[in-house]
């Protein structure tokens, strides 16, 4: 496994920090720490996605998006399901989120989940959800 280590103003997370405290680190008030403990998260592979996916109910926005770009970032089959949940999130910025992680998937049934975001509300969403499909279908 890689060692992934992240220097941020008050802790030092690397791949060696116990998921529990990474996953709290997504709700840290430092954006720079939520974004450092995602990508750390996402580098981990399959033992992070029952966590992860159990941060897509979370009341706060940004931990669902943080928990869909660690989700995306593991490029792992298994995440499939939770992306694709995500699609019809409330907020934009999860949507677009879940749309990026599914194109990174590489599953190619995940196009048709990602075409109700071509007419999304939000033009960053809609225009993810057409590239996500454009890799997909190759």
Do not use: F, Q
Request: charged share 30%; with cysteine.
């Amino acid at each position: 496994m890689m060692m992934i280590e992240k220097n941020t103003t008050e802790t030092l997370l690397n791949s060696r920090t116990p998921i529990p405290e990474l996953i709290e680190a997504l709700r840290n008030e430092d954006k720079n720490i939520r974004k450092d403990a995602a990508e750390i998260l996402g580098s981990l592979g399959e033992e992070a996605i029952a966590p992860l996916s159990a941060l897509l109910g979370d009341e706060w926005w940004v931990v669902r998006y943080r928990a869909c770009e660690a989700l995306g970032l593991m490029e792992k089959p298994d995440a499939y399901p939770y992306l694709r949940a995500a699609v019809s999130d409330e907020r934009d910025h999860v949507r677009y989120m879940a749309a990026k992680g599914l194109g990174r998937l590489g599953i190619p049934e995940a196009a048709s989940d990602l075409e109700p975001l071509l007419e999304d509300e939000n033009p960053y969403v809609r225009k993810m959800a057409a590239g996500s499909i454009a890799r997909l279908r190759g």
